[in-house]
């Protein structure tokens, strides 16, 4: 059974920092990309980063760029989102997910077929 179990959120107050992790079991992941999405209370989920196989090609959106930084440890089959700055309106519960699909880094949810429960992340101003 594939598991993705994030962990790492918190309360934080703006500017400060969180590292989040996702770490997946059941199956190998080392040849596919994880990304990170969020969803904050009455707003649909929005794409934040993805990272390919290798951790050498990722992709952001925009209001992430310069503040998180997306990695992965092939290794211990997890990825990471260090994140910094962080501002109120960064609010929200962060899911970490795989997709299996081969092709180019993608911020479409409906590519991913692997999700986890999510983490809250409160960044208090």
């Known amino acids: 059974q594939v598991q993705l179990v994030e962990s790492g959120g918190g309360l934080v107050q703006a500017g400060g920092s969180l590292r989040l992790s996702c770490a997946a079991s059941?199956?190998?992941?080392?040849?596919?990309?994880m990304g990170w999405f969020r969803q904050a209370p009455g707003k649909e989920r929005e794409f934040v980063a993805t990272?390919?196989?290798?951790?050498?090609?990722?992709l952001y959106t925009d209001s992430a760029k310069g503040r998180f930084t997306i990695s992965r440890d092939n290794a211990k089959n997890t990825v990471y989102l260090q994140m910094n700055s962080l501002k109120p309106e960064d609010t929200a519960v962060y899911y970490c997910?795989?997709?299996?699909?081969?092709?180019?880094?993608?911020?479409?949810?409906?590519?991913?077929?692997?999700w986890g429960q999510g983490t809250q992340v409160t960044v208090s101003s």
């Open positions: 990272i390919n196989w290798s951790g050498l090609s990722t």
């Open positions: 997910a795989v997709t299996t699909v081969y092709g180019p880094l993608t911020s479409r949810g409906s590519m991913y077929n692997y």
């Open positions: 059941g199956r190998t992941f080392s040849s596919y990309a």
